[in-house]
């Protein structure tokens, strides 16, 4: 008798469940906004130099000023970065018989000095009322800034993974995810007043620290309350919160066109989830592997008592826990680190396996999804289209993990994401629907793998230290997702140098997890010996009755979907 059979004892998929995953997973629809605001806050809206302080323009339209100050590219539009040095006001009476394309020609024949914009840019602002580029002039010899911004945010997400995935494993997963939630909703609240781009890093730092906090947290009380049959389903819908929140965001941002405005609107909910947290239960696995099983058992009643069980709550004693989970408890005695990731050879494999499936997943993610400026298309459109491509990717990878696999499931779409990416590198450039058809099946291919990859990990790695692996591997999640807006920055040199390393590094993960071993249907390992009892092949089997059990549930929620 482990665990599960507790929690089949007080209701294994009552009542109580169904609120706490409910409740779990409201807070990652505006996780998701979160951690694709750069997309609105920091959009690059049309800009090119304002015109000398000393002009006098109460005599020329605005049309007129911008002939006279700024030059025109090839393409016949403003540059964006140059200025005359001084304005050109011949151009005016050129412009009475002379066409734009003759007015460049005239211009580069006079050989006009050019110069920077000394006196600040003019931004076009259609899209957006203001953004954090508009705001502090992040343009030019700035822009970089803007990839950094979203550096920072992700370099706070690593710290977190870090930090939180620890402490969780000592302190607890509620206390955790309470903290978690007041960071978030405080740190959005500043970064939403801000005056300097400085402070909006720091405070968005803190952002991707909570938003670490909530991820690791969240998953991990829902895996622990729920029995192994519907992990893979509570897992897709999990994910499903979060495509909704890519959705909910893009409508958020079409209303609010403001930055400020939109980062309070996405931040200020999590005051609210704040005070709902308090209700959750602790994990009552993870009170037990630390020595609480008084507190455990308290909880375990609770539920009962929730899911109309009371009798068979109560019971539960002292004894029963003991007994049942006897092997788990005499394997959690000691402390857990990171290193333990690597002691022993299985975990070692499986570690650095899983390493780079969550970098090479996150870095290929975020390269595509940060940049929906470049495809040429209303950013509110694309964004909805890059969230509702991850609906139909997720119930593929749900049906494809449920009766392939998870080591398939994962391999697979990997290479596909991989593959579709490099394609892209063929297409010219002036076909923009078929590369933006082909970067929403990429995206498709890597929203399936990271829903893969989330469940799977909880799977491998045992209770007793599952929130640092969970830790460890969103860390690498977190260095690829770094590193990604950096890599876009190589493309002002080498235009398809972004394209071949976001194909290649899921091509490259891909193979490395076929290396891991399946956990279809496998019960939760609890220590560091069932896992290595699973690699050398001594971990227990799935039941055939049991196989068929999962797949059923599987189908008919997959049907009620539909």
């Known amino acids: 008798m482990a665990f599960g059979d507790l929690l089949e004892l007080v209701g294994a998929t009552g009542r109580f469940q169904i609120l706490h995953v409910t409740l779990l997973c409201i807070p990652v629809l505006m996780m998701a906004s979160h951690n694709l605001l750069q997309n ?223 980062t309070l609107a996405v931040s200020l909910p999590f005051y609210v989830f704040f005070l709902v947290a308090w209700w959750f239960h602790e994990s009552s696995r993870w009170l037990v592997l630390s020595n609480k099983s008084e507190q455990a058992i308290t909880n375990l009643k609770s539920v009962a008592n929730f899911n109309g069980r009371r009798e068979e709550g109560e019971k539960i004693d002292m004894k029963m826990v003991h007994e049942s989970m006897k092997k788990e408890m005499s394997g959690s005695k000691g402390s857990y680190s990171v290193l333990d990731l690597f002691r022993t050879p299985t975990m070692r494999s499986m570690t650095v396996c899983l390493s780079a499936v969550w970098l090479s997943t996150s870095f290929a993610y975020y390269g595509l999804a940060m940049d929906l400026q470049k495809f040429g298309v209303d950013i509110y459109l694309i964004q909805v289209i890059f969230g509702a491509v991850d609906i139909p990717a997720k119930v593929l990878i749900t049906v494809s993990m449920s009766f392939i696999g998870r080591r398939p499931s994962q391999c697979g779409a990997l290479i596909v994401a991989g593959v579709t990416i490099l394609i892209n590198l063929l297409v010219p450039y002036d076909k923009q629907t078929v590369r933006t058809c082909l970067a929403v099946w990429g995206k498709g291919c890597l929203a399936a793998s990271f829903n893969c990859c989330y469940l799977y990990s909880g799977e491998l790695y045992p209770t007793i230290i599952r929130q640092n692996g969970m830790g460890w591997v969103s860390m690498m999640a977190r260095v690829g997702a770094m590193v ?79």
């Open 40 to 262: 609105f806050v920091a959009s690059v809206p049309h800009h090119y130099c304002s015109a000398h302080k000393n002009l006098s323009q109460s005599q020329l339209s605005p049309e007129e000023t911008l002939l006279i100050t700024v030059p025109v590219d090839q393409a016949g539009m403003p540059q964006r970065c140059q200025r005359y040095e001084t304005p050109q006001w011949h151009l005016l009476v050129k412009n009475g018989s002379a066409g734009s394309g003759e007015r460049g020609v005239t211009v580069d024949g006079l050989d006009a000095d050019l110069q920077g914009c000394t006196d600040g840019w003019s931004f076009n602002m259609t899209e957006r009322s203001s953004t954090i580029i508009s705001d502090w002039d992040l343009v030019c010899d700035l822009h970089s800034l803007k990839q950094m911004g979203q550096t920072v945010y992700m370099g706070g997400v690593l710290v977190g993974a870090l930090v939180f995935g620890g402490l969780s494993d000592r302190y607890g997963r509620r206390i955790l995810l309470l903290i978690s939630n007041l960071l978030m909703a405080v740190s959005g609240t500043c970064t939403a007043f801000s005056n300097s781009f400085y402070l909006y890093c720091l405070f968005r730092f803190g952002c991707g620290m909570a938003l670490s906090g909530l991820g690791l947290n969240t998953f991990s009380l829902i895996v622990e309350w729920i029995p192994t049959r519907v992990r893979t389903v509570v897992g897709t819908i999990t994910g499903y919160c979060y495509t909704l929140g890519q959705l909910l965001l893009a409508v958020i941002a079409y209303f609010i066109r403001d930055w400020r405005w939109l």
């Open 484 to 562: 990604a807006p950096m890599v876009l920055l190589t493309g002002d040199h080498i235009p398809w140098l972004p394209g071949l390393i976001y194909g290649g590094a899921p091509i490259l993960s891909g193979v490395a997890a076929i290396f891991l071993p399946e956990t279809l249907g496998s019960p939760l390992p609890d220590t560091i010996q069932d896992v290595e009892d699973r690699g050398s092949g001594r971990g227990p089997k799935m039941a055939p009755k049991e196989t068929i059990s999962l797949q059923d549930t599987q189908a008919n929620l997959l049907k009620q979907a539909a």
